[in-house]
Protein backbone atom coordinates (compact mmCIF):
# COMPACT_ATOMS: atom_id res chain seq x y z
CA UNK A 1 0.00 0.00 0.00
CA UNK A 2 0.90 3.63 -0.47
CA UNK A 3 2.37 5.12 2.35
CA UNK A 4 4.68 8.13 3.86
CA UNK A 5 6.63 8.08 7.27
CA UNK A 6 7.75 11.07 9.09
CA UNK A 7 9.92 10.05 11.66
CA UNK A 8 10.36 13.05 13.37
CA UNK A 9 7.31 14.35 15.28
CA UNK A 10 8.31 16.93 16.96
CA UNK A 11 11.76 19.30 16.61
CA UNK A 12 12.88 22.34 18.73
CA UNK A 13 15.43 24.56 17.25
CA UNK A 14 17.06 27.62 18.03
CA UNK A 15 16.70 30.68 15.55
CA UNK A 16 19.49 30.50 13.16
CA UNK A 17 19.48 26.30 13.42
CA UNK A 18 19.56 24.11 10.51
CA UNK A 19 16.46 22.48 9.61
CA UNK A 20 16.64 18.83 8.29
CA UNK A 21 12.65 17.04 8.14
CA UNK A 22 13.17 13.33 7.65
CA UNK A 23 9.99 11.95 4.78
CA UNK A 24 10.52 8.42 3.19
CA UNK A 25 7.46 6.84 0.64
CA UNK A 26 6.10 3.58 -0.37
CA UNK A 27 5.37 4.29 -3.56
CA UNK A 28 5.00 1.10 -7.04
CA UNK A 29 5.33 3.42 -10.15
CA UNK A 30 6.59 7.26 -10.52
CA UNK A 31 5.64 9.58 -7.46
CA UNK A 32 4.99 13.08 -7.01
CA UNK A 33 6.48 14.59 -3.60
CA UNK A 34 5.21 17.51 -2.24
CA UNK A 35 5.61 19.45 1.20
CA UNK A 36 3.05 21.52 2.58
CA UNK A 37 3.39 23.34 5.87
CA UNK A 38 0.78 24.85 8.29
CA UNK A 39 1.31 28.13 10.47
CA UNK A 40 -0.70 28.27 14.01
CA UNK A 41 -4.35 29.13 12.98
CA UNK A 42 -4.32 28.60 9.35
CA UNK A 43 -4.75 26.69 6.54
CA UNK A 44 -2.52 24.18 4.61
CA UNK A 45 0.15 26.07 2.13
CA UNK A 46 2.37 24.35 -0.64
CA UNK A 47 5.52 24.97 0.66
CA UNK A 48 7.15 23.04 -2.76
CA UNK A 49 6.53 20.31 -4.71
CA UNK A 50 8.83 17.72 -7.38
CA UNK A 51 7.09 16.21 -10.22
CA UNK A 52 10.34 15.19 -12.51
CA UNK A 53 13.88 16.77 -13.38
CA UNK A 54 16.39 17.80 -10.83
CA UNK A 55 16.12 16.42 -7.65
CA UNK A 56 16.99 19.23 -5.62
CA UNK A 57 13.46 21.35 -5.27
CA UNK A 58 13.53 25.09 -4.22
CA UNK A 59 10.63 26.15 -2.70
CA UNK A 60 9.34 29.56 -0.41
CA UNK A 61 10.99 31.50 2.29
CA UNK A 62 14.20 29.94 1.69
CA UNK A 63 13.26 26.08 1.97
CA UNK A 64 14.45 23.41 -0.36
CA UNK A 65 13.82 19.25 -0.90
CA UNK A 66 15.94 16.30 -1.96
CA UNK A 67 14.14 13.90 -4.19
CA UNK A 68 16.84 10.64 -3.50
CA UNK A 69 15.29 7.25 -5.47
CA UNK A 70 17.52 5.24 -4.07
CA UNK A 71 16.73 5.70 -0.33
CA UNK A 72 12.32 6.39 -1.25
CA UNK A 73 13.34 9.83 0.65
CA UNK A 74 12.58 13.33 0.15
CA UNK A 75 13.92 15.51 2.98
CA UNK A 76 13.18 19.18 3.63
CA UNK A 77 15.70 21.05 4.85
CA UNK A 78 16.76 25.31 5.57
CA UNK A 79 19.99 26.44 6.43
CA UNK A 80 18.47 28.86 8.75
CA UNK A 81 15.05 28.96 10.57
CA UNK A 82 13.38 31.76 11.91
CA UNK A 83 11.14 32.31 15.09
CA UNK A 84 8.56 32.42 12.24
CA UNK A 85 9.23 29.32 11.07
CA UNK A 86 7.17 27.73 13.87
CA UNK A 87 4.48 25.04 12.12
CA UNK A 88 3.10 22.02 11.44
CA UNK A 89 4.78 20.37 8.48
CA UNK A 90 2.99 17.56 6.43
CA UNK A 91 5.20 15.66 3.46
CA UNK A 92 2.90 14.23 0.94
CA UNK A 93 3.08 12.17 -2.09
CA UNK A 94 0.34 10.93 -5.26
CA UNK A 95 0.71 8.81 -8.17
CA UNK A 96 0.59 9.77 -11.24
CA UNK A 97 -2.29 7.80 -12.00
CA UNK A 98 -4.34 8.96 -9.18
CA UNK A 99 -5.21 12.60 -7.82
CA UNK A 100 -5.05 11.44 -4.09
CA UNK A 101 -2.95 12.99 -2.15
CA UNK A 102 -1.22 10.34 0.78
CA UNK A 103 0.24 12.31 4.19
CA UNK A 104 2.45 11.49 6.50
CA UNK A 105 1.58 12.43 10.15
CA UNK A 106 3.47 15.47 10.37
CA UNK A 107 6.29 17.18 12.35
CA UNK A 108 5.52 20.01 14.41
CA UNK A 109 8.58 22.17 14.32
CA UNK A 110 9.01 25.00 17.08
CA UNK A 111 11.54 27.46 17.06
CA UNK A 112 12.55 29.32 20.13
CA UNK A 113 14.05 32.66 19.75
CA UNK B 1 -10.62 36.32 -1.05
CA UNK B 2 -10.23 34.17 -3.68
CA UNK B 3 -8.94 30.74 -2.36
CA UNK B 4 -10.97 27.97 -1.42
CA UNK B 5 -13.73 28.89 1.29
CA UNK B 6 -15.47 26.38 3.31
CA UNK B 7 -18.81 26.85 5.76
CA UNK B 8 -19.34 26.39 8.61
CA UNK B 9 -15.81 26.79 9.86
CA UNK B 10 -17.33 24.90 13.25
CA UNK B 11 -20.15 22.26 13.69
CA UNK B 12 -21.10 20.98 16.33
CA UNK B 13 -23.26 17.99 16.82
CA UNK B 14 -25.25 15.21 19.18
CA UNK B 15 -24.44 11.67 17.99
CA UNK B 16 -27.58 10.53 15.66
CA UNK B 17 -27.97 13.73 13.76
CA UNK B 18 -26.95 14.39 9.87
CA UNK B 19 -24.64 17.49 9.10
CA UNK B 20 -23.63 18.68 5.57
CA UNK B 21 -20.24 20.90 5.21
CA UNK B 22 -20.29 23.28 1.86
CA UNK B 23 -16.98 23.60 -0.10
CA UNK B 24 -16.18 26.72 -2.76
CA UNK B 25 -13.61 25.99 -4.73
CA UNK B 26 -11.08 28.51 -6.50
CA UNK B 27 -13.24 29.52 -9.01
CA UNK B 28 -11.26 28.56 -12.24
CA UNK B 29 -10.50 24.91 -10.88
CA UNK B 30 -12.60 21.57 -12.22
CA UNK B 31 -10.92 19.40 -9.84
CA UNK B 32 -12.04 19.32 -6.07
CA UNK B 33 -11.14 16.93 -2.91
CA UNK B 34 -12.26 16.03 0.39
CA UNK B 35 -10.15 14.92 2.87
CA UNK B 36 -10.39 14.34 6.52
CA UNK B 37 -7.56 14.97 9.38
CA UNK B 38 -7.79 13.64 13.24
CA UNK B 39 -5.30 15.24 15.77
CA UNK B 40 -1.96 14.26 15.56
CA UNK B 41 -2.31 12.87 11.83
CA UNK B 42 -1.88 14.28 8.47
CA UNK B 43 -5.39 14.73 5.97
CA UNK B 44 -6.56 11.27 4.45
CA UNK B 45 -8.16 11.63 1.23
CA UNK B 46 -12.01 10.75 0.94
CA UNK B 47 -13.31 11.98 -2.33
CA UNK B 48 -12.05 13.55 -5.12
CA UNK B 49 -14.13 15.42 -8.53
CA UNK B 50 -13.25 16.46 -12.00
CA UNK B 51 -16.43 19.10 -12.53
CA UNK B 52 -19.39 17.40 -11.67
CA UNK B 53 -18.20 13.30 -11.62
CA UNK B 54 -17.10 11.93 -8.67
CA UNK B 55 -13.92 9.56 -9.88
CA UNK B 56 -12.53 8.06 -6.98
CA UNK B 57 -13.77 6.93 -3.20
CA UNK B 58 -11.75 5.88 -0.13
CA UNK B 59 -12.99 2.86 1.60
CA UNK B 60 -12.63 5.94 4.42
CA UNK B 61 -16.20 6.66 2.84
CA UNK B 62 -18.62 4.55 4.37
CA UNK B 63 -22.14 4.64 2.99
CA UNK B 64 -23.04 7.23 5.88
CA UNK B 65 -21.06 9.79 3.35
CA UNK B 66 -22.27 11.47 0.54
CA UNK B 67 -20.61 14.30 -1.44
CA UNK B 68 -21.57 16.25 -4.57
CA UNK B 69 -20.97 18.59 -6.52
CA UNK B 70 -23.90 19.29 -8.89
CA UNK B 71 -22.62 21.86 -11.30
CA UNK B 72 -19.61 21.51 -11.30
CA UNK B 73 -18.73 24.45 -8.50
CA UNK B 74 -19.38 24.00 -5.10
CA UNK B 75 -19.78 20.94 -3.52
CA UNK B 76 -21.44 19.56 -0.32
CA UNK B 77 -20.47 16.61 2.00
CA UNK B 78 -22.99 15.22 4.00
CA UNK B 79 -22.70 12.87 6.72
CA UNK B 80 -25.39 10.74 7.95
CA UNK B 81 -26.46 9.08 11.81
CA UNK B 82 -22.78 10.94 12.64
CA UNK B 83 -21.22 8.89 15.26
CA UNK B 84 -18.27 9.86 18.03
CA UNK B 85 -15.32 8.76 15.47
CA UNK B 86 -16.37 10.99 12.75
CA UNK B 87 -15.36 13.92 14.83
CA UNK B 88 -12.57 15.43 12.73
CA UNK B 89 -11.42 18.26 10.75
CA UNK B 90 -12.71 17.85 7.59
CA UNK B 91 -10.40 19.43 4.78
CA UNK B 92 -11.66 20.24 0.73
CA UNK B 93 -8.80 21.31 -1.51
CA UNK B 94 -8.99 22.43 -5.34
CA UNK B 95 -7.59 22.26 -8.38
CA UNK B 96 -7.02 22.82 -11.89
CA UNK B 97 -6.63 20.00 -14.52
CA UNK B 98 -4.25 22.76 -16.17
CA UNK B 99 -1.71 23.17 -13.80
CA UNK B 100 1.35 21.20 -14.01
CA UNK B 101 1.53 18.22 -11.33
CA UNK B 102 -2.31 18.98 -9.88
CA UNK B 103 -0.96 21.26 -7.03
CA UNK B 104 -3.69 21.20 -4.55
CA UNK B 105 -4.98 24.66 -2.91
CA UNK B 106 -6.84 23.41 0.70
CA UNK B 107 -9.09 25.61 2.43
CA UNK B 108 -9.06 26.09 5.89
CA UNK B 109 -11.18 23.12 6.79
CA UNK B 110 -14.82 22.58 8.97
CA UNK B 111 -14.22 21.21 12.20
CA UNK B 112 -16.97 18.82 13.37
CA UNK B 113 -17.48 17.53 16.94
CA UNK B 114 -19.74 14.44 17.33
CA UNK B 115 -21.28 14.69 20.92
Known sequence: AQSVSQHNHHVILSEAASLELGCNYSYG???????????????????????????????????????????????????????????????????????ALTFGSGTRLQVQP | DTGVSQNPRHKITKRGQNVTFRCDPISEHNRLYWYRQTLGQGPEFLTYFQNEAQLEKSRLLSDRFSAERPKGSFSTLEIQRTEQGDSAMYLC????ILASGDEQFFGPGTRLTVL
Open chain 2, 93 to 96: ASSS
Open chain 1, 29 to 99: GTVNLFWYVQYPGQHLQLLLKYFSGDPLVKGIKGFEAEFIKSKFSFNLRKPSVQWSDTAEYFCAASDTGRR
